[in-house]
């Protein structure tokens, strides 16, 4: 009789804890997309896991990245626990997507929680390039960012650049020795990047950059 009375008892607590982890789990994800970080903060201080996946397959960090919910972001990069590499099945990291958002202040504390600036294939330069965030690209770059970093299929952060992102965000690779010459899986340059986008002011800043790296000749 007591045998059965313990594991009547440890039903009960086995399906409170469940109980109490599945409410967690609905508040964690429930005060990232509100931006609230006190509830984000209270439920870490209890145990909750940081790095918890959402039904989508991403981290709480990337999530809140991702939908500009700051506040949220900025109290997981400030937990010592949260994994600021875990990545989502597309390789994406928190990192990459900070870069691509825009959000500055979050990808220097990346940075400071030494966050992968060079992880191989898709890379933050090549995300900051995309979305044409100069101050990103500078700091990624002052960080020892490869300027030529290739993504699975061989683009660069100035293809990237070419094709999405400003004529700022191009002439801030060519300046920093970005290579004009590069060619992605199936070929194609920055320049034919800058073509297939119909982007011709970059078109123009590619092609000049190459006219004046040819040597003069004297005719």
């Known amino acids: 009789m007591r045998k ?8 009960l607590v086995a399906a409170w804890f469940s109980a109490a982890q599945a409410g967690s789990y609905d508040d964690f994800f429930t005060a990232i997309k509100q931006d609230d970080p006190a509830t984000i903060t209270q439920l870490l201080k209890r145990g909750f896991d940081p790095d918890t996946r959402s039904p989508d397959g991403q981290n709480g960090l ?3 990245l991702r939908e500009g919910s700051l506040k949220a972001a900025q109290a997981l990069v400030d937990w010592p626990k949260t994994n600021v590499e875990a990545r989502n099945a597309q390789d994406e990291s928190p990192l990459m997507m900070a870069a691509l958002k825009g959000h500055t202040a979050l990808v220097k504390k990346l940075i400071e929680r030494d966050a992968d ?3 191989p294939g898709w890379a933050p330069l090549h995300y900051a390039a995309t979305g044409g965030h100069l101050a990103i690209m500078e700091l990624l770059l002052e960080h020892h960012a490869f300027i030529d970093a290739e993504s699975p299929n061989g683009t660069t952060p100035l293809m990237m650049a070419a094709h999405y ?11 920093a020795g970005a290579d004009t010459a590069m060619k992605n899986q199936l070929g194609l340059t920055a320049v034919d990047f800058a073509r297939r986008g119909n ?18 000749g004297k005719w």
Do not use: C, M, W
């Not at 059965?4 to 039903?11: E, K, V």
């Open 199 to 216: 982007r011709p002011d970059a078109l123009e800043l590619i092609s000049g950059h190459i006219r004046k790296q040819q040597p003069k």
């Open 165 to 175: 992102g400003t004529p700022a965000a191009v002439k801030l690779l060519l300046e």
């Open 62 to 64: 990337f999530l809140a």
């Open 4 to 11: 059965y009375f313990r594991f009547a008892i440890y039903l």
């Open 117 to 119: 600036i060079n992880k």
